[in-house]
T-cell receptor
C-alpha cells in the first residue's frame, strides 16, 4: 500500500487569499486525485492530477479556482484560489495503483482542514 | 455516468450483533467495488474490495457480497465491536483505458453500542 502525507494538516485563511496543499506519496503511483469532504459528507472528486499535463476536472470545478500540479509520479499540489468561506472543508489527496488483485487500489492522505474566515 | 446509492445512512447496533450496509450501482460496466472505513477525524481506509468475477469475499469478521445481475453489493460485519464505529463508504469503478475513476456512495455511519 502507498503511504500518503499532506501539508499543511490544517490552516485558517483570510478570504481572498490562496492556499497551496502539498501531497507526497512514498512510492510511484499511477493516478493521483484531489477530493473535498464536508463534515459528515461523502467524498467529492475535484480533479485527477495528471503527470506532466493539465489536470482533469470534474463538473463544477475549474482550473482557475483549483490549479493543480503533478510534476512527477509521487508529488502533487492543489491550490485553493481566491478563497471564500464556502471553501472551508477538508481536502484529501488520494493515490491509486494496480494492486495484488490487478485492480486499482486507492489510498488517501490524512487531509487538510481548511477554514476560511 | 455511474450512480451509487448507499443505505442506510445511519446504522445503530449492539456490540456482538451483525451489521449490513447495502449499495446499488447503475453502470453495468463497473467491475471493481471497494469499501472504505473512515473514523472520526481520520482518512478513509480501504478495508475490503471485490471484483466483478467474484460473488463473495471474506476477511475475518468482514465480508462483501456482489450480485452483478441486480447491480448491488453489500458489506457484512459480524460480531461487531465498539471500534467498528465509523463511517463506511462503498464505491464502484470501471478501469478503462488506463484510468480509474471511482464513484462513492454517501456513506453509512455505523454506531456500535457497548
Amino acid at each position: 500500500s502507498a503511504v500518503i502525507s499532506q501539508k499543511p494538516s490544517r490552516d485558517i485563511c483570510q478570504r481572498g487569499t490562496s492556499l497551496t496543499i502539498q501531497c507526497q506519496v512514498d512510492s510511484q503511483v499511477t493516478m493521483m486525485f484531489w477530493y473535498r469532504q464536508q463534515p459528515g459528507q461523502s467524498l467529492t472528486l475535484i480533479a485527477t492530477a495528471n503527470q506532466g499535463s493539465e489536470a482533469t476536472y470534474e463538473s463544477g470545478f475549474v482550473i482557475d479556482k483549483f490549479p493543480i500540479s503533478r510534476p512527477n509520479l509521487t508529488f502533487s499540489t492543489l491550490t485553493v484560489s481566491n478563497m471564500s468561506p464556502e471553501d472551508s472543508s477538508i481536502y484529501l489527496c488520494s493515490a491509486a495503483s494496480i494492486g495484488d488483485s490487478l485492480f486499482y487500489e486507492q489510498y488517501f492522505g490524512p487531509g487538510t482542514r481548511l477554514t476560511v474566515t | 455516468g455511474e450512480n451509487v446509492e448507499q443505505h442506510p445512512s445511519t446504522l445503530s447496533v449492539q456490540e456482538g450483533d451483525s451489521a449490513v450496509i447495502k449499495c446499488t450501482y447503475s453502470d453495468s460496466a463497473s467491475n471493481y467495488f471497494p469499501w472504505y472505513k473512515q473514523e472520526l477525524g481520520k482518512r478513509p481506509q480501504l478495508i475490503i474490495d471485490i471484483r466483478s468475477n467474484v460473488g463473495e469475499k471474506k476477511d475475518q469478521r468482514i465480508a462483501v457480497t456482489l450480485n452483478k445481475t441486480a447491480k448491488h453489493f453489500s458489506l457484512h460485519i459480524t460480531e461487531t465491536q465498539p471500534e467498528d464505529s465509523a463511517v463506511y463508504f462503498c464505491a464502484a469503478s470501471k478501469p478503462s483505458g488506463g484510468s480509474y475513476i471511482p464513484t462513492f456512495g454517501r456513506g453509512t455511519s455505523l454506531i456500535v453500542h457497548p
